[in-house]
T-cell receptor, first 113, second 112 residues
Framework: EAGVTQSPTHLIKTRGQQATLRCSPISGHTSVYWYQQALGLGLQFLLWYDEGEERNRGNFPPRFSGRQFPNYSSELNVNALELEDSALYLC????????????FGPGTRLTVL | SQQGEEDPQALSIQEGENATMNCSYKTSINNLQWYRQNSGRGLVHLILIRSNEREKHSGRLRVTLDTSKKSSSLLITASRAADTASYFCATDPTGGSYIPTFGRGTSLIVHP
């Protein structure tokens, strides 16, 4: 069974640009979570999608947005990139909504120059 | 501030020794989970303990939960060099609106 996949592995952008990160959950999983992990810090919860709907979002500005497609894959968009957006972005999926074991992808390393 | 806070921040031990790391949290929870992260990659789920459970075992892992003290501990027995990683606790707070909260992690180094 394939695990959670994320693309791209690495992404280098400059300030002010937009970044799009993608995530494919494990087959059968309906919930997708996005996290930001800045260097040396813990995971900061960004967004939670379930059955195509945004269920909750963390304490991030509106320029962080995303969506979940009918096949449950998800996209994270970061507009007007700032230097401090440089981080590892992790996607996770789970069988059902909220509180269950999450299966993580390998992450996308975003570098903003 | 973070809901889950791991302690210590870093731990360095020899192979064969036991490693204990702790997690404290602030609000009531449905469950608490421990994850491992190797070298800035994705996290791997280790164990989930529900709020009505006090102790759980999985292989060389032993997790305890004390809801009265709002704390949990992860014990790795007979550690191996391959256990070198960062360990995070994550809480599922009660209240319905699920926002998973992770601590900053404990960095464990096991020397061969």
């Amino acid at each position: 069974e394939a695990g959670v996949t994320q693309s791209p592995t690495h992404l280098i952008k400059t300030r002010g640009q937009q970044a799009t990160l993608r995530c494919s959950p494990i087959s059968g999983h309906t919930s997708v979570y996005w996290y930001q992990q800045a260097l040396g810090l813990g995971l900061q919860f960004l967004l939670w999608y379930d059955e195509g709907e945004e269920r909750n979002r963390g304490n991030f500005p509106p320029r962080f947005s995303g969506r979940q497609f009918p096949n449950y894959s998800s996209e994270l968009n970061v507009n007007a990139l700032e230097l401090e957006d440089s981080a590892l972005y992790l996607c996770a999926s789970s069988y059902a909504s909220g509180g269950n074991e999450q299966f993580f992808g390998p992450g996308t390393r975003l570098t903003v120059l | 501030s973070q809901q889950g806070e791991e302690d210590p921040q870093a731990l360095s031990i020899q192979e064969g020794e036991n490693a204990t790391m702790n997690c404290s949290y602030k609000t009531s929870i449905n469950n608490l989970q421990w994850y491992r992260q190797n070298s800035g990659r994705g996290l791997v789920h280790l164990i989930l303990i529900r709020s009505n459970e006090r102790e759980k075992h999985s292989g060389r892992l032993r997790v305890t939960l004390d809801t009265s003290k709002k704390s949990s501990s992860l014990l790795i027995t007979a550690s191996r060099a391959a256990d070198t990683a960062s360990y995070f606790c994550a809480t599922d707070p009660t209240g319905g609106s699920y926002i998973p909260t992770f601590g900053r992690g404990t960095s464990l180094i096991v020397h061969p």
